[in-house]
């Protein structure tokens, strides 16, 4: 039997708080410079959390050369179009019409798509009292505004960037929380070993700074209420830590069938190599203090990606910064790699650009690309006072140079999807290659 | 290639809450479609729909405390993936282990869910705090935690099937939330027959479930054109669009060794899924069924069989003119006149989004097990530009025992999954 399909990234394209390329993301979370401040996108003023982690400037950046795609875009598919943009620029290629059909496109989503003066609109007019009076819809601008129903779509995304780039293969959307944008980078290669696609966009995008969104987590004490310090609120592994900091963004990368990406002499960030999935299946918001869920997960990434855990030099952890979550990870950290735990590089990069949901796990993937390319361990910022339950290797403060042979990347969601992909240097996949592997 | 198999199945809609029921009404020529119950909609010009009769959110779940936790679409997910679970027999497997055995098969059984989301009536939620609050978002903020249910988020998940599902019936392994609006009910079987294949599990529960009837919706619906003054007419030349449905499905596939080593009754076998879209925009439908045609092509490559294999086809068949036309379209370049016995169910329990691809095979299989392929009762002259589709007003015996189920959706994704009935 034939060596299985190996998938290549070579491409990446962020927009986040930390910066609205991938360039200046990477540098200023090298520089662990937290983006979290007051939220200025509405008033927040009356809310228990009033501080998050905004994309600034995006309005300043070009838009893209389609002014009709963009009347179906939100600000998250606007964030997922730049980010896009990007990562089919920085691979160098893009489908044509001969291959359209052999590109993919995996997303996903956020689960808030419609604007907050879009439901205020239709408060307003059908539900003046509190309770919607249905009639009332038929005659309400808003609902009766087709690019209105465009964006809210949950389709909306994948179908703007299939229209912008021309792709005619494979496509779907997928949401489980805070775990969907590993899960749709984690598709997106198994489409590629299947060998239903050569080339797959994929990503994920979420705005959930505002008014509703917002509010979701406040109700539940997720989002942390540090308002007088936004820029040390968001402290994974910290003692004190009280909630994470919401954030917003896309991240998007091409993936490519390795042999393919060799030939046309693509620059190769690293091999995705392993994807793992598991259901925590113990309560919608946490996962077992024991780590059980994020565990198999994570062994799961790795014998997908036909290694062990002594090659594993760093780990992108989930790390939001919640009591629960930081502790439980930590745990199944410790219960995969036990005594190797000691050598395993940890950060957690939501220290600096805040919880990004459905965004969060595409966007760290190209972080783990980046970091696998410059031989450099993003640091954890803010780590004061570390909690003796979270009990692992941290880079703390400043990057720590090292050559990473493989990394993980964790995204643990709410609903208890638990995702892990495992990242390879373009070295090691080259030498298992020429060594028949 | 491993083989798989289907071991349990289930659904509930307007036409039925089991699959042999649902079949029942449609061999019986009947339709679920009727006045709108969810509100007054009298008045509205399109005022019909398929709904679940006498829903009872509390005894479908069998759990009241629940209830809290989830939305009437969760609802059904949840109800019709316990039926495909009982029927395959896992609770009883699962409590006939020790306790290590037991922890591996919870590893080893996923669960892929196709989920429709949701997106307005989850803030309706919000209303009466806007009401009372106006314009003013500071007092949004400061009254927030006085007037919405502090689980709003929580309920209002598009992942909330695959949590409690999982939660209920101890569901670790592989997992995934499709929320692809209509394909997601066939992208979640696919992506669960791709999982035991790579052999990352054993058994998995696919599961879609939807619940779109709601005021904005159907207007916006209504507004692009696509919702019929009162009857969904597939491939009618009367055909004026597509009704609203709801409801869930679901079946739990297994390789075939996991199901020979439980003695499980086994359904269908699976033998191929394929997805492909066009690309042309979010309402765009290609004329010539490109997509489509691509999707049935990619089916029958991974299914390892030809067309001619083909016993019977479940079309898409959602009543508007340009789905109709390019799905015939479709059809004929690739069956021609050796056409097997083709035909839709929309027109008897609507158009249920993301849960219609699953619900149609669902659906589809049980009729092929029963060696019957319902008619289209509506269908009086067929429309131009669909003739030459091998369609009835009348049941018939499919050519073989293999049924092709098609879907498509919005941003013009289409998907084709071929099963193979097992009596």
Not at chain 1, 107 to 112: D, L
Not at chain 1, 306 to 325: F, K, Q
Not at chain 2, 86 to 107: K, R
């Amino acid at each position: 039997m034939s060596a299985r399909r190996r998938v290549a990234i070579t491409g990446i394209g962020l927009v986040t708080p930390a910066g609205l390329d991938a360039a200046s993301t990477w540098a200023r979370i090298k520089a662990a410079k937290s983006c979290a401040g007051p939220i200025t996108i509405f008033d927040a003023s009356g809310f228990s959390t009033r501080i998050a982690a905004e994309v600034k400037g995006f309005d300043s950046l070009p838009p893209i050369d389609d002014r009709k795609l963009l009347k179906y875009a939100s600000r998250a598919h606007r964030f997922a179009l730049a980010a896009a943009d990007q990562a089919i620029a920085d691979a160098g290629i893009r489908p044509t019409l001969q291959d359209a059909t052999r590109w993919g496109c995996v997303v996903g989503a956020g689960m808030m798509t419609v604007a907050h003066p879009e439901i205020a609109a239709v408060q307003q007019a059908a539900a003046p009292e509190g309770e919607l009076i249905p009639n009332n819809i038929m005659d309400e601008p808003v609902a009766n505004d087709v690019m209105a129903f465009s964006r809210s779509l949950s389709t909306a995304g994948v179908s703007l960037l299939l229209r912008r780039f021309g792709i005619r293969g494979y496509a779907s959307t997928v949401h489980t929380a805070c775990a969907s944008g590993g899960q749709a980078v984690g598709t997106a290669m198994r489409l590629i070993r299947r060998g239903l696609a050569d080339r797959v966009l994929t990503g994920g995008f979420d705005s959930m700074i505002s008014p509703v969104g917002l509010s979701g987590f406040c109700l539940l004490s997720a989002v942390s209420s540090d308002n007088d310090h936004p820029e040390r609120a968001s402290r994974p592994f910290d003692l004190t830590r009280n909630g994470f900091v919401l954030g917003e963004g896309a991240g998007f990368l091409v993936l490519e069938e390795w042999e393919s990406a060799v030939k046309r002499g693509a620059t190769i960030y690293a091999e995705l190599a392993g994807d793992g999935n598991s259901l925590s299946s113990y309560r919608i918001t946490d996962s077992h203090p024991s780590g059980d869920g994020p565990i198999q997960a994570m062994r799961r990434a790795i014998a997908d990606a036909g290694a062990t855990t002594s090659e594993i030099d760093y780990l992108n952890a989930h790390g939001t910064s919640t009591p629960m979550n930081d502790r439980s990870e930590c745990a199944a950290v410790n219960a995969v790699f036990g005594e190797r735990a000691k050598e395993v590089g940890v950060s957690s990069t939501k220290s600096v650009m805040g919880h990004l949901i459905a965004a969060a796990g595409a966007v760290e993937a190209g972080i783990c690309a980046m970091a696998i390319r410059d031989g450099l361990m993003p640091p954890n910022a803010n780590l004061q006072q570390l909690d003796p339950d979270c009990d692992v290797n941290i880079v703390r403060d400043v990057p720590r140079e090292q050559r990473i042979g493989m990394a993980l990347s964790n995204s643990l969601g709410f609903g208890g999807s638990n995702s892990c992909l495992a990242f390879r240097h373009p070295d090691e996949t080259a030498a298992l290659i020429a060594a028949g592997r | 290639m491993k083989r798989i198999v289907i071991t349990g199945a289930g659904a509930i809609c307007g036409a039925g809450a089991d699959p042999a029921s649902i079949v029942q009404t449609l061999v019986q020529g009947q339709t679920s479609v009727g006045p709108i119950t969810a509100w007054d909609a009298e008045s509205w010009p399109c005022k019909v729909a398929s709904e679940v009769p006498e829903y009872n959110g509390g005894k479908l779940l069998g759990d009241r405390k629940l209830l809290k936790l989830v939305r009437r679409s969760d609802v059904f997910g949840i109800y019709a993936g316990g039926q495909a679970i009982e029927q395959a027999g896992l609770p009883a497997a699962l409590a006939a282990l020790d306790e290590n055995a037991a922890a591996l098969y919870s590893d080893q059984t996923g669960c892929y869910v196709g989920s429709g989301g949701g997106a307005f009536e989850v803030n309706y939620d919000y209303f009466p705090l806007m009401a009372e609050t106006g314009d003013s978002l500071q007092k949004f903020g400061q009254e927030l935690s006085n007037m919405v249910n502090p689980m709003w988020l929580l309920r209002s998940l598009p992942n909330n099937v695959l949590c409690h599902v999982s939660i209920r019936h101890q569901l670790k392994g592989p997992n995934g939330c499709i929320t692809n609006h209509t394909t997601s009910g066939m992208l979640s079987v696919i992506e669960s027959a791709w999982a035991l294949r790579e052999g990352d599990a054993e058994r998995v529960v696919a599961i879609s479930h939807d619940a779109p009837i709601e005021p904005q919706t159907l207007q916006y619906l209504n507004r692009v054109g696509l919702i019929s003054q009162g009857a969904l007419r597939p491939f009618d030349a009367a055909h004026d669009g597509c009704v609203l449905g709801e409801g869930a499905a679901s079946f739990v596939l297994e390789t075939e060794a996991s199901a020979a080593a439980r003695g499980a009754t086994v359904l269908a076998e699976y033998l191929g899924g394929g997805d492909a879209s066009e690309g042309e925009g979010i309402f765009t439908i290609r004329s010539d069924g490109d997509g489509l045609s691509r999707a049935i092509e990619a089916a029958l490559l991974d299914a390892g069989i030809s067309a001619a294999d083909v016993g019977m086809i479940v079309t898409h068949g959602n009543g508007t003119e340009q789905s109709d036309c390019s799905e015939a379209a479709a059809l004929l370049r690739i069956f021609g006149s050796a056409m097997p016995p083709v035909t839709a169910f929309k027109w008897s329990y609507g158009h249920s989004f993301a849960t219609s691809g699953l619900l149609d095979a669902v659906v589809g299989l049980e009729a092929c097990r029963q060696q019957v392929v319902p008619g289209i009762a509506t269908l009086q002259k067929l429309a131009e530009g669909c003739e030459g589709l091998n369609v009835s007003t009348q049941s018939r015996a499919p050519r073989s025992n293999i049924v092709l189920i098609l879907c498509r959706g919005f941003a013009g994704t289409n998907a084709a999954l071929l099963l193979r009935a097992v009596k």
